[in-house]
C-alpha cells in the first residue's frame, strides 16, 4: 500500500508539470468530446489539466487503492468520478478516446497495457509512462527533480528501460499498436486501429 502523504506531496509538487504533460498528450485526443481514463495513484494532475484545455471531455480516474484515492481528493479536489478497480481488470467497456497514466513504471505490467488497449474505442490513444513530458521547459523541472526523485524512491518506483518496456509490449501482443516515446521520460504509446 502506496503512503498517501507522500503521494499527496508529489502531486502538489507536479502541479507545475501537469499542464504541459496535457500540452503534450492532448495531440492524441481525436476529437473535442470523448471519455478520458487516467489510471494509477498519481491521477487527478493531467485529467484536471486536460480537462482545463477541453472542457467538452468526461473524465474518470481508476486505482485500485482506497487510500490514493484520498490522497487525489486531497491534492485536486473532486476532478471526476473516482473508480477503485484493479488497472489490469477494469470492469468498463470500450469507450474511451484517450488512457492516461503518469508514474505508471510503479506498476505496469502486460495485462495493464493489454486492459488500456482493450477499453479504447477505435482511433483512441493510450499514454503510459514516467518523466516529464518533452515539453516541460528546464526552469520548471530544476527546482521540483530532486525531491521528486526522493519521493518516487520512498514510493517505490522501479526502474524500468527501454527493453523492459519492448518486452512488455510484446507479452501483452501489441508490439503492431504500440510505439516507445524516449523523449521527456519514457512512455508507451498505444493506438487502437479499427
Not at 54 to 59: D, K, S
Not at 174 to 194: A, D, Q, R, V, Y
Request: charged content about 20%; glycine content about 10%.
Amino acid at each position: 500500500m502506496m503512503d498517501a502523504e507522500l503521494i499527496t506531496r508529489l502531486n502538489t509538487l507536479w502541479n507545475p508539470i501537469y499542464p504541459h504533460l496535457a500540452q503534450w498528450i492532448e495531440q492524441w485526443i481525436p476529437q473535442d468530446t470523448g471519455h478520458v481514463l487516467e489510471i494509477g495513484p498519481f491521477s487527478g494532475g493531467m485529467i484536471n489539466s486536460l480537462l482545463a484545455r477541453r472542457p467538452t471531455l468526461r473524465g474518470l480516474i481508476a486505482l485500485s487503492e482506497e487510500n490514493a484515492a484520498r490522497a487525489i481528493l486531497k491534492s485536486f479536489g473532486p476532478p471526476c468520478p473516482i473508480l477503485l478497480s484493479p488497472p489490469a481488470h477494469l470492469p468498463l467497456l470500450p469507450t474511451f478516446s484517450l488512457v492516461v497514466c503518469r508514474g505508471a513504471f510503479f506498476f505496469l505490467t502486460p495485462g495493464i497495457i493489454k486492459e488500456c488497449h482493450r477499453i479504447l474505442q477505435p482511433g483512441g490513444h493510450a499514454v503510459l509512462g514516467g518523466g516529464y513530458g518533452p515539453g516541460t521547459p528546464d526552469d520548471i523541472i530544476s527546482p521540483i527533480a530532486d525531491e521528486s526523485k526522493d519521493l518516487n524512491y520512498r514510493l517505490g518506483k522501479k526502474r524500468l528501460s527501454r527493453n523492459n518496456l519492448e518486452k512488455m509490449v510484446s507479452e501483452a501482443g501489441l508490439e503492431n499498436e504500440s510505439t516507445i516515446i524516449g523523449k521527456g521520460g519514457l512512455w508507451l504509446l498505444i493506438s487502437f486501429k479499427p
